[in-house]
């Protein structure tokens, strides 16, 4: 069974290169230059992974991206841009890619990415935890398999990364997780924009758990993170 790709680019040249080349590797790709169409695309093609650009007419790829994870919120996201400030990566991130090109790219390493990807997803921690019903963490319970935090009779959605981090913090609950580990496990690779992508999704994982003073997330600066429940 083929991977379905919903790839959204308006450059012509660019979108035809890149749209052959990975329907030739076996790919099922859905081609879409306006992102004003993007979301009926999305819910009618029901990809497996979205590679979108940024700049695009009608509504940019950050929105866009907003729009899929709250619908989706396992599906990977590769943002495919000329965009290189670190402020710019940083918002791709934070509002749900996965990963981040930028332009010019060569189509081996885009290919590399996807499978990666793809990879990580069919490997998720979710998948993984689906038969633990949930984890009680002071006031909080956690359910990874429907990607919730619940406290009383509040209910926060995660996103599919965040789901992916807690996981991995309450895991080692008490004990040090590794950054480096972590990295690698939620995004295969270490780099600079996945270590600040991680610093967003820490910060937000606090955010959501500052309701019990008991529950820490402490950082242990150059090694890693403790989930701390006193």
Known sequence: MKHKILYVEDEQFLSKVVKETLEHQG?????????????????????DICLLDVMLPNIDGFALGRIIKARKPEIPIIYLTAKSFTEDVLTGFEVGATDYVRKPFSIEELIVRIQNQLRLRINSIPSQTA???????????????????????????????????????????????????????V????????????????RKLRMYLQNDPKIEIITLKGKGYVFHVG
């Open 27 to 47: 790919f099922d790709v859905h081609l879409v230059k306006d992102g004003a169409q993007v979301i009926q695309a999305f819910d009618h093609f029901e990809p």
């Open 131 to 185: 038969v633990v019903q949930h984890i009680s963490l002071g006031e909080y319970i956690f359910f990874p398999d429907r990607l919730e935090l619940r406290f009383g009779q509040q209910n926060i959605k995660l996103s599919y990364r965040e789901t992916q981090v807690l996981s991995l913090l309450t895991s080692n609950l008490n004990q040090q997780t590794d950054r480096k580990a972590l990295l690698l496990a």
């Open 187 to 202: 995004w295969g690779d270490d780099s600079f924009f996945n270590s600040r992508t991680l610093d967003v999704y820490i």
